[in-house]
C-alpha cells in the first residue's frame, strides 16, 4: 500500500479536508498527515498564535517548507491549508508527491462549518459570511487549475464523499 502516491486534499477552510482526510486513509491504511498540525508541532504554537506573532507572510513562508519537506514522501493522505494554492511553490512541490483532489464547497457550507470556530484568523471578523465569499472568489480558480480530482463536498454524506474520491481514484488509475 505504502507505494502509493500521496492523495493530497485541497479545498477551503472548513470544507472538510482534515475529517475526510482521516478517512480516506484509515480506509485505504495509508498514513494521514495534516499541513496545519504539523505546524503546529514543529512551531510549537497554534496557527492563530503563528499568525499573530509572526504575521501571515511567515506563516506562508513555513507553509511552504512543509510543502517542500513532503515533495519527496507517498503513501500519505495530505490535508492542506487552504490557502496552499497561494504559492506556486506549495504547488510544485505538492504535485510532485502525488494527485490533487479539489473539496469543492459552497460560502454557505463553509459558513455552517466555522460559524463558531475561532481558529482561523483570516476569518475573525465581524461579516464571516461576507469575507468566506471573498476569499472564495479570490481563490476558487486556483483550486479548480490544481485539481486532478474534484467532487462538490455540500452535496454528499461525508461517507459517500469518501467512497466516491476513493472510486474515482481508482478509475483514474491513481490507486
Ligand atoms: C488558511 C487555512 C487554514 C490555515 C490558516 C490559513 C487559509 O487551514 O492554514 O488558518 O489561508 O485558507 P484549513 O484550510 O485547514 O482551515
Known amino acids: 500500500m505504502t507505494a502509493f502516491k500521496n492523495i493530497i486534499l485541497i479545498g477551503f477552510m472548513g470544507c472538510g479536508k482534515t475529517t475526510i482526510g482521516k478517512r480516506i486513509s484509515d480506509t485505504l491504511k495509508m498514513n494521514f498527515i495534516d499541513t496545519d498540525s ?45 490557502g496552499i494554492i497561494k504559492n506556486q511553490k506549495n504547488v510544485d512541490a505538492l504535485k510532485k508527491s502525488g494527485v490533487f483532489v479539489y473539496l469543492k464547497a459552497t460560502p454557505e457550507f463553509v459558513y455552517k462549518n466555522l460559524k463558531d470556530d475561532n481558529s482561523r484568523p483570516l476569518l475573525n471578523v465581524d461579516d464571516k459570511l461576507s469575507k468566506i465569499r471573498e476569499l472564495m472568489f479570490q481563490r476558487v480558480s486556483s483550486y479548480e487549475k490544481y485539481s486532478d480530482l474534484t467532487i462538490d463536498i455540500s452535496e454528499y454524506s461525508i461517507e459517500n464523499a469518501v467512497n466516491i474520491i476513493i472510486e474515482d481514484l481508482k478509475g483514474l488509475g491513481m490507486l
Open 38 to 82: 504539523l505546524i503546529q508541532k514543529n512551531i510549537g504554537m497554534s496557527i492563530s498564535q503563528i499568525f499573530e506573532e509572526y504575521g501571515e507572510s511567515e506563516f506562508r513562508n513555513i507553509e511552504t517548507k512543509t510543502c517542500i519537506e513532503l515533495s519527496d514522501s507517498f503513501g500519505n493522505v495530505i490535508a492542506t491549508g487552504g
